[in-house]
């Protein structure tokens, strides 16, 4: 059995990791921290887990963290990862963050959006952990950046156009709607019931932190730079993201041929479904599921293809993709764990 721990599992995607590492048969989770909880039992925090979970939550202790498990899961806030990663890489543990310390490639880009970072050189080790697209450098790998929720939708639902060059750059558009438990588990007043309630509001308009993490993979995807509009939104739910996305086509191409691309692209990836023609996905199809699905169309009176692509943000778009990524590291069947079906109605 691989011994796990998950450090900052006083969160939503602390919890949902717990969630679904309960089910996976080469999986022991040896030790759970939280800083705000330490003392009490995982139940008291989660009573949706209590009866798979009696470990008392601990303050973070690297050495003792190392000392528990060979694998460690980091679901600490921005920032914050930074500060304890090295010690378990120089230990010789493997891990996946959960936060956007390791996301990036460039040390540049990640100041400009966050804060200097502490252990750039670290970023030239770390793998962006989209399976999808990035599948043999993680199972090589001992740091993957796990992708952020926006963005693991986006760039999945934009991968075959791109890569096939059909799409102008110039004219990518991503629209996003996002389940309030994507701002966190933390008290905020912008996300009480009344504030978001029978409400619906774009926020982080052209500055949302996602956007450069999504165009540093689009456009290594495209094989150049580029730039998109990017617009969030937060409904009143509690899970799930939809996504849809505009650009122009570079040449004429039917529905058919488009989803005839993207069967190809994903024929072998079991957690995207391309939808077929005329059919497009919710976020209540995938809810609880690590599934991505995918729908498209093309505007003919602007020529302008139009995909919708859905995920559930703290499953595929946060625990669930770590937990496939933890699975291809270690030499696992990739569904392990993650083969439930959604959760309908």
Partial sequence: MLKVAVVGASGYTGVELLRLLSGHPEVAVTCVTSERSAGKTVGEIFPSVRDRYTQVLEKLEPMRVCEKADF????????????VVPAFLEMGKKVVDLSADYRFHDPALYEAWYQPHMNPDLLAKSVY??????????AGSDLVGNPGCYPTSIILGLAPLLKKGLLDHSTIIADSKSAVSGAGRGAKVDTLFCEVNEGFKAYGIASH?????????LSLLAGEQVTISFT????PMDRGILSTIYASLTKDASVDQLLSLYQKFYRNEGFVRVLPEGVYPSTLHVRGSNFCDIGLTIDKRTGRVIVVSTIDNLVKGASGQAVQNMNIMNGFPENLGLDALPLFP
């Fill in 129 to 138: 952990g989209l399976p999808e697209l990035h599948r043999k450098a993680i």
């Fill in 209 to 217: 932190r996602h956007m450069p993490e999504i165009e540093q993979e």
């Fill in 72 to 83: 460690i899961f980091t679901a600490l806030p921005h920032q914050a990862a930074m500060l």
């Fill in 232 to 235: 969030p939104h937060l409904v």
